[in-house]
Structures are given as C-alpha cells and as structure tokens.
C-alpha cells in the first residue's frame, strides 16, 4: 500500500488516539540497554513520526527531539499539539532527514521500516548522527488474541481477516547482514503487550488499521459502514466491557560503531 494514502486528517486525527504502548518500549529500551531508570539522550530523532505518540515517547528518554514524516497532514497535527521549545517536526521521508546542527544520538522508526529504502535509510543515518548513537526500529500490532476471550480470536480469523485482508508490505526481519559498514546489531527483542480498550475504542483504532484503511480510502467501503460492520459483529465479543488486547511487539537496537 502506497503509505501517501496515510496523508490525511482523518487518519492524523485518528493515531492521535492509538494505543500510547510507545512508552512501554521506551521503558524496555533501558532495560534492554542497562541504562539507569531516568537516563537522558541528548538530542533525539524520530521518523515516520505520525501524529506524534512515538515522538512525545522518545521525549520521555531525550533532552529534544525531532519529529518526521512523509505525511504533511501528520507533522501540522503534531505542531499543534507539541508546542514545546524541546520539540520540533518537519516533513521529509525517512531516507532523506537533514543533518542536524548537532548529531543525533539516538533515533527512532516506530512502525515506518517497511516502507523505507533500508540501504538509503542507512546512509542518511551515518551522516545524521553521532559516532556511538543508537538506532531503534520498533513496531507493535494487535493479534488475535484477546485476554481472556477466545471467541475474539473466532472473529478476527473467520470474519475481520476475511471482509479487511492484510494488504501486501513489505516483512522482514534485519540481521547484521542487511546493515552497512559502520553499523552493528547490538541486539533484538520480541515481547506481548496488553491494553484494555472498550469497544467503542476499539473500533476507532480498528478503522485506522491498514486493513482496513485501504478499503475506505480505495472506496470500496466507507468509514461508515466499515465502524457499523464492527460495532455490530464485535459487540458479543465485549459484551459492554473493557477488554484486554494482546500486541506483539519488536525491538531492533543498531549501534554506529
């Protein structure tokens, strides 16, 4: 899927309210990295930055940060909504960030590696940031699982999957191989992650799933008809309650040598 068809102010507006589980993989970056509870980077970037829930993340670990994105729509959210001295955004593709007044020492690409060039995205790296910074590619998506609740996973396999098929990306997972000289996997990581939605909540996030935005912005279905399909063939599943979500999750840690 073509990642401009995430230029727009309904789906900016709508990572503003995905699941803040950013903080989660920061937290396990430090442990991760034996670094102490409160340890600061310098100067910080994060691309493919979104509406900006991976930057305010990044924040948490960062003396400053920078946020990018391919998507305008994106970087005008996150403006708005950082106003901050300590955060800056500016749209650029992932391969193309501008060197910095002063070198990054720690970079993030939150849920944005399978739409980049990774030799090109690499390149830029070695010229954008400092000898010994730190590189961290991390994702996270639902499964079909569900705490608790087996008939969530009935209905991811049997009925979502079925109406909103995954559409084509790219998938891989790096090893020391795919980098380029100067560069060293220190180290990666998988782990599950919960979050309890309500299914109110859970159907905004779901119609900002790629599955599924592909289909209203293709105009094979609208945003309409996709959140009543949800609602109603999920609401025996939440049976009015919160649930908890399982995600799974990675981290890559690439250290410039």
């Not at 990572?15 to 903080?23: C, D, E, F």
């Not at 509870?37 to 310098?42: C, P």
């Not at 084509?168 to 020391?176: D, G, I, L, M």
Request: aromatic share 12%; hydrophobic share 35%.
């Amino acid at each position: 899927m073509n990642n401009k068809s995430f230029d727009s102010k309904r789906i900016a507006e709508g990572y503003l309210k995905r699941p803040w589980l950013h903080k989660s993989v920061m937290d396990r970056l430090l442990e991760d990295l034996e670094l102490s509870e409160g340890y600061l980077f310098r100067n910080g970037l994060d691309v493919g930055c979104g509406a900006g829930l991976s930057t305010k993340a990044l924040k948490l670990i960062c003396e400053k940060v920078t946020g990018t994105d391919i998507a305008d729509s994106m970087v005008e959210v996150c403006k708005e909504i950082y106003s901050d001295k300590a955060f800056s955004f500016y749209v650029a593709k992932a391969e193309e960030t501008k060197v910095p007044d002063e070198k990054y020492d720690i970079v993030t690409a939150a849920g944005c590696i399978n739409w980049v060039d990774e030799k090109r995205f690499m390149e830029n790296m070695k010229e954008v940031v400092s000898d010994k910074a730190l590189i961290v590619i991390y994702d996270f998506g639902i499964t079909d699982k569900m705490a608790g609740n087996s008939a969530y996973t009935a209905w991811y396999q049997n009925e979502y999957l079925k109406k909103f098929p995954k559409p084509p990306r790219k998938e891989n997972k790096w090893s020391q191989q795919d980098l380029i000289d100067g560069f060293r996997m220190e180290k990666q990581t998988e782990y599950e992650m919960e979050y309890g939605f309500t299914l109110e909540d859970f159907v905004n996030f779901m119609l900002i799933q790629s599955n599924v935005n592909a289909r209203i912005e293709g105009g094979e279905i609208s945003e309409d008809e996709a959140r009543s399909w949800m609602t109603e063939s999920l609401r025996p599943v939440f049976e009015d309650l919160e649930r908890k979500l399982i995600f799974y999750g990675y981290s890559w840690y690439i250290r410039k040598e």
